[in-house]
């Protein structure tokens, strides 16, 4: 077994598509609608699907927020220079909630930036903690 997508509903997809595509850099993989349905899945991520777990980001037409609840945490991804990304993704006009440092009670260094919906995202810095080293994918660094 392996883990294939992780799905998030979106209010717009194409300002979703922005910010995980042309902020966090990820590709756009396939798109399709479903009439039938009236909803539109976009699979985007770091590499193929037959490799990498990916975000399948979810379109109901119509809906244009939801409640995000009190159970979900957030995406994790590792990067290779945090305070560099960050300094990107604001540039490009993407929100860091938590300025990269230090997580509470360790030493491994972090930061948060939140999606158009509300969705959080931690970046991880790649060898920070050997703990993270051996969870985050070399391959999903936003570099």
């Known amino acids: 077994m392996r ?3 992780t799905m998030l509903r979106v ?3 194409d300002r979703s ?3 995980y595509c042309d902020v966090l850099g ?3 993989l396939r798109k399709k609608d479903y009439p039938g349905g009236e909803f539109t899945l976009a699979f985007v991520g770091y590499g193929d699907e037959a490799d990498h777990s990916v975000l ?3 379109y109901n037409w119509g809906v244009e927020s939801y409640e995000l609840g ?3 945490g957030h995406i994790a991804l590792g990067v290779d220079d945090i305070y560099g990304t960050c300094d990107r993704i604001k540039a490009q006009g993407g929100e ?3 300025e990269p440092g230090p997580m509470k009670h360790g030493s491994t260094v972090i930061a948060f930036v939140q ?3 509300g969705y959080k995202v931690e970046l991880i810095q790649l060898g920070s903690s050997e703990g993270h080293r051996r969870a985050a994918e070399p391959e999903m660094a936003v570099s």
Do not use: C, I, N, S
Request: overall charge negative; glycine content about 4%; cysteine-free.
């Open 3 to 5: 883990l294939l997508h």
């Open 26 to 28: 990820m590709q756009l």
């Open 11 to 13: 209010g717009d997809l």
């Open 96 to 98: 860091v909630v938590r």
């Open 115 to 117: 999606d158009p919906d």
């Open 70 to 72: 009190t159970a979900y």
């Open 56 to 58: 399948e980001l979810t």
């Open 17 to 19: 598509l922005k910010f």
